[in-house]
Structure formats: C-alpha cells, structure tokens
C-alpha cells in the first residue's frame, strides 16, 4: 500500500457510504480476477474484470449507492470549443487489487454484521421478523438484496459509520476511510497504470437470441448440471422445444475417466422465461437455433452474480458471443444525485461477456429474419 500524499486542490474523486454492503457485494461478483480495473465517471464508477480474453465481467457502482459523490475529473481532450460552456470530463482510470480492496471493505462489513447481530439478541421484535430471519420471500422470489440483507433492518445509516472514498490525484493511492464506533481506520491502495483490454465485441445489431428469466432459475440450473464438475457446457435455444437447454460434457475427475453429461431443459412458460426471441437460423438443421459451447469454469465464475441478482439477461450474437446481464435490486441505499433516500429501491447491474469455443461449419449460425419476441404463455 502506498502512503497518502499531500494535494493541493481538491480530490479527482471522493464519495461516502453509509454502508459498504452493497458495494462488498457486486465487486465479489466479479472477483475471478487479482487486479480490477476501475473508471471513474461523473455517474458512477466501473470496475472491469478480464480473464484471458474469454470471459470478462463488469459492476457498476451508480452514484445512487452513494450518500455524497464528488467528481473534479479533468475535461476531455478536444472539448475546448468555444461553443460548449460546460465540456465533458475525462473519466479517469486506473488498477488496483481486487482482493485488497474487498478485504478493506469487509472491515466496514464485519463490524456492522456484528452490530446487527448484538441488536437481535437483545430485541425480540428483530428476533421475531421473518424478513430479518431470511425466511420471507418478496413477489419476486428473491431477497438477497433486499433492505434486511444488506443492512440488518434497520435504515441505511443504522450502523453509525462511514466509508469514505477518495482518489487524490493522477498517480496517487485510491483511499478508503472507514469510521465505526468512534474507530478510524485508513488504507491506501497502491494504483497501477491501467491494462484493461478492449471489450469483447458484442455485435447489438446481429442479436441471434434473447431470453430474461430469474436468476436463481439460471443458478439452480448450473448447480445441477455442474455436479461432476464438467468442462463444458452447451447452451442450445431453439423456437421448437425444449426452448432453452444447458448441457454439459467432459469431466475433471480424473485422467481417462469417462466424459459425463447432465442436461437442464427449461418449459416454455411465464413463470420461467419473461422473455424469448430467436432469430438465429441454423443452416444445417433448417431451424431458429442458437448453440455455443463455452468453457464451464467460466460460466461458473458468474455464479455470485446470479446469486445476488433478481433478473438476469442472456443474449448471445452472431459470433458466438454469449452476454449475460444481471439487474440486482439495493435497497435502502443512496442519496447522492437524486438516488433513493429513505429507503427506497434502486438497480445496479453486472455485465458479462463470454467467448466460446471455435466449432465447425456445420454448426455456424446467421441471422434471418425479424425475430419477433415469443408471448410466453402458459405452457
């Protein structure tokens, strides 16, 4: 860790929370990797993760998750024409440890869940509350970002402490300042010159599939089929049944030991696909169809997401690009920005993109065709 410097102006960046649960949570969502990259913007910032160029994965802390965020980021090259009185800034990057920067924030996060649980042995109510409890499930069947989860059922300020974020200058240590119980803690990590690769392309406008479901049905999916840890896995959707199908093949139980497959096949009905489109043509087969195989391991990695997560987006395009899109819902969070004080509900959402392996002609794919969405009635 580096020591603090002595600046002159004010910080390119400084933001506080009332709690650092929130936050803890989505950037463990893409901890595959030990360095993160991290842009800051005057909306929020982006922590960018990247393995091997097959798999990449990205949180976003919106400036709602915020009780105040400051940004005196510098204007972007080129903007000083006289006709624009107000140029738009440069957001500023940067790397940084992953597992540093979680282990700082847990030090926030133990000390509230220790407050919650020392308020919970001595009130009944709280003992008493279902929802506190983890046993009430909301309309959506899901509450792990519910307002009990992340901050003990209290409001978002109930623990008495503070994080503070800071960026002093170009160059300098991302800080992080944590107040509890009248205890200051400070830790300044080290920051890097930024390496984050390109993104994976992701072409929006060769769009071959669309499906929106709940999280935990994808979750508990990869659960079954990943049993005896596989290599791969085949994601298959078609407009003829089974509609959506997760297949895995291969095994790492051992040198020579027989391939082993576990299929999971989703029915067509509301209350498992919101949403269904398919416009990819497979020539072979003569049907709209989509099927990619990808590495297991990878997919895998993105099992805290679908953790945490209420809605989750998959897409995949005409290379064989697989997108997956998580909207997890923070409550009882914000302020900074017209967010969501007093408790209220806000979204943040985690992107990852996988690559697939390279397959052979026959099982290429091209788009045709409007792809209107399917009404997913009941089956």
């Given at each position: 860790?580096?020591?603090?410097?002595?600046d002159?102006?004010?910080?390119?960046?400084?933001?506080?929370?009332?709690?650092?649960?929130?936050?803890?949570?989505?950037?463990?969502?893409?901890?595959?990797?030990?360095?993160?990259?991290?842009?800051?913007?005057?909306?929020?910032?982006?922590?960018?993760?990247?393995h091997a160029r097959?798999?990449?994965g990205?949180?976003?802390w919106?400036k709602n998750?915020?009780?105040?965020?400051?940004t005196?980021?510098?204007?972007?090259a080129?903007?000083?024409?006289d006709?624009?009185?107000?140029?738009?800034p440069e957001p500023?990057?940067?790397?940084?440890?992953l597992?540093?920067?979680l282990e700082?924030?847990?030090?926030?996060?133990?000390a509230?869940?220790?407050?919650?649980?020392?308020?919970s042995?001595?009130?009944?109510?709280?003992?008493?509350?279902?929802?506190?409890?983890?046993?009430?499930?909301?309309?959506?069947g899901?509450d792990?970002?519910?307002?009990?989860?992340?901050?003990?059922?209290?409001?978002?300020?109930?623990?008495?402490?503070t994080?503070?974020?800071?960026?002093?200058?170009?160059?300098?240590?991302?800080?992080?300042?944590?107040?509890?119980?009248?205890v200051?803690?400070t830790?300044?990590?080290?920051?890097?010159?930024?390496?984050?690769?390109?993104?994976?392309?992701?072409?929006?406008?060769?769009?071959?599939f669309?499906?929106?479901?709940?999280?935990?049905?994808?979750?508990?999916a990869?659960?079954?089929?990943?049993?005896m840890s596989?290599?791969?896995?085949?994601?298959?959707?078609?407009?003829?049944?089974?509609?959506?199908r997760?297949r895995?093949?291969?095994?790492?139980?051992?040198?020579?030991?027989?391939g082993?497959?576990?299929?999971?096949?989703?029915?067509r009905?509301?209350?498992?696909?919101?949403?269904?489109?398919?416009?990819?043509v497979?020539?072979?087969?003569?049907?709209?169809r989509?099927?990619?195989?990808?590495?297991?391991?990878?997919?895998?990695?993105?099992?805290e997401?679908?953790?945490?997560?209420?809605?989750v987006?998959?897409?995949?395009?005409?290379?064989?690009?697989?997108?997956?899109?998580?909207?997890v819902?923070?409550?009882?969070?914000?302020g900074?920005?017209?967010?969501?004080?007093?408790?209220?509900a806000?979204?943040s959402?985690?992107?990852?993109?996988?690559?697939?392996?390279?397959?052979?002609g026959?099982?290429?794919?091209?788009?045709?065709?409007?792809?209107d969405?399917?009404?997913?009635?009941?089956?």
């Open positions: 860790m580096s020591h603090p410097t002595q002159a102006g004010p910080p390119l960046f400084r933001a506080v929370a009332s709690s650092t649960r929130p936050l803890y949570q989505l950037l463990k969502a893409v901890g595959f990797t030990n360095k993160i990259h991290v842009e800051i913007t005057p909306e929020g910032l982006r922590f960018g993760a990247d097959v798999m990449q990205a949180a976003h919106n998750l915020f009780a105040s965020y400051t005196n980021l510098p204007p972007a080129g903007n000083g024409d006709d624009d009185p107000e140029p738009e500023v990057s940067f790397q940084i440890s597992p540093a920067f700082t924030l847990q030090i926030f996060g133990v509230d869940v220790a407050a919650r649980q020392a308020r042995d001595i009130d009944p109510l709280v003992r008493g509350n279902p929802r506190i409890n983890h046993q009430h499930r909301g309309g959506n899901s792990a970002f519910s307002h009990q989860t992340l901050h003990g059922g209290g409001s978002a300020s109930s623990s008495n402490g994080c503070i974020l800071s960026y002093p200058s170009g160059g300098g240590p991302f800080s992080i300042i944590l107040e509890e119980a009248g200051k803690t830790c300044n990590l080290t920051t890097y010159l930024p390496e984050m690769p390109e993104d994976i392309p992701f072409d929006i406008d060769d769009l071959s669309k499906v929106i479901m709940q999280a935990r049905y994808l979750l508990d990869l659960a079954e089929v990943g049993s596989p290599e791969r896995l085949t994601i298959v959707v078609s407009r003829k049944e089974p509609y959506l997760f895995t093949s291969g095994s790492h139980s051992g040198a020579g030991a027989p082993v497959e576990s299929t999971v096949d989703f029915r009905g509301r209350d498992l696909l919101e949403t269904f489109s398919v416009r990819a497979d020539r072979a087969k003569g049907e709209r989509w099927s990619q195989t990808f590495k297991f391991d990878t997919i895998k990695a993105a099992t997401a679908m953790r945490i997560a209420s809605k987006s998959l897409r995949g395009d005409g290379q064989g690009v697989l997108s997956m899109q998580f909207m819902e923070v409550e009882g969070v914000g900074a920005g017209g967010g969501v004080p007093g408790g209220g806000g979204l959402f985690l992107d990852f993109r996988f690559v697939p392996y390279a397959t052979d026959d099982e290429e794919t091209d788009t045709e065709g409007e792809g969405d399917v009404d997913m009635g009941e089956a």
